[in-house]
């Protein structure tokens, strides 16, 4: 069984584009590698767009492009990375192209049928001689033997005979030649275009050229990738975790509330669970990887940038508290001013101006909580703005 594609909006009035794929199956992009190359001035479609694949007796639709498949009629996206069964005359949507699929059947090769063999003889001939004389027929005619069995006009002399044996009708015996089994066909160009068309994949979402790597070395390197994924999801939860620990100490933001974020990344408890929800095995409502990675990287920095703006202001504000015109009102406020401005009043003025300050210990670091808050508060909100048209 053979697939056929044909491009179905083909404007320019030329027959349209066809493609026959065999069981070894191909790639369909705009690619100078895919087995199907189909130029495309709107680029909407990828360099490696579809992946045509071949198993027991069926035809399957693989979508491995950015922009995705559609499935005309249903206007229903293929799922990435999964094989979609083949039916006689679908229709696909790549980018802005449109192909039809068909199915079409070899027919069986089978030789001419030879015509029944028909006896020169009948079968009944000789069995009922009375038969013969009831229909007229004298026994003579009845017994008189074919003409197939007539003597021959002579028999030839075989000494006679000076022909070669080359010229004769005998078949020379010789030694048969030994039958070369066939070998049986493997379906290597199926698993390497597969093959190819993954690793091709997996450089394009790394950024780099997979092509000075033999198959050992990509297996390798994927591998390592998966433990450097394993190692960026743990660092990542540890960093939430110490995020929220200082939100809880300074009672900022929204600590505390015990509500699930729909974030694989922060409601795991463990590494296995974050990176099994983050491929896809996660619960129902939850956000995809891209935007829970995204979500947790936007929260990390704009609470970085929130204390670094809330410890500036304590700073700031703890400067003006023991500036030396905020001394002196303090000073007066309580009634005991200096009589005399001199340094040795003031500094004993400070003394018991710091020493009550000591003693009211709770006060002073309450006020300090208050304006660390209040400012992380205030810049938190300010930094939201800019990701408010942001998903995640």
Known sequence: MQLVFELCDAATGEPPLRKVFESTGGVIGRG?????????????????????????????LTDISRNGIRLIGTDTPLHK????LIVEGEVFLLGSLSIRASLVVQ???????????RGIIPDDAYLDPLDALVHGQSPEATLE????????????????CRDSVERDHLVVPSRAAPCAEA??????????????????????ALGICLDTLDASGREALAIKVAGLLRQSVDGLQQSLRTHD????????????????????????????????ALLGAGELGQL?????????????????????????????NTLVAFSPGHLLLCFER???????????????????????????????????RADFARAYDEQVRLVSTLYAGYPG
């Open 81 to 84: 990375g999964q094989a979609h």
């Open 245 to 276: 620990e200082l939100k809880h100490e300074f009672n900022l933001g929204e600590a505390g509330r015990l509500v699930k974020s729909q974030n694989p990344l922060k409601d795991s408890v463990d590494v296995q669970g974050a990176i099994s």
């Open 107 to 117: 027919a069986a090769r089978t030789g001419p049928q030879l015509p029944a063999f």
């Open 145 to 160: 033997r074919p003409s197939v069995f007539k003597d021959p006009a002579g028999v030839p002399d075989p000494w006679a």
């Open 288 to 316: 995809p990887a891209e935007l829970a990675i995204a979500q947790v990287y936007r929260d990390i920095q704009v609470h970085q940038v929130a204390m670094l703006v809330a410890c500036r202001t304590v700073a700031r």
């Open 334 to 368: 309580v009634g005991k001013s200096p009589r005399f401005a001199v340094d040795g009043a003031h500094w004993r003025a400070y003394r018991r101006h710091y020493q009550q300050r000591m003693e009211d210990d709770a006060q002073g670091e309450h006020q300090l």
């Open 32 to 60: 100078a590698g895919c087995d199907w190359v189909i130029p495309d001035a709107s680029r909407l479609l990828s360099s490696h767009h579809a992946l045509i694949s071949y198993r027991d007796g069926q035809y399957f």
């Open 183 to 204: 070998l049986p066909v493997k379906p290597v160009a199926c698993t390497a275009s597969d093959d190819s068309a993954f690793w091709a994949r997996f450089g394009e």
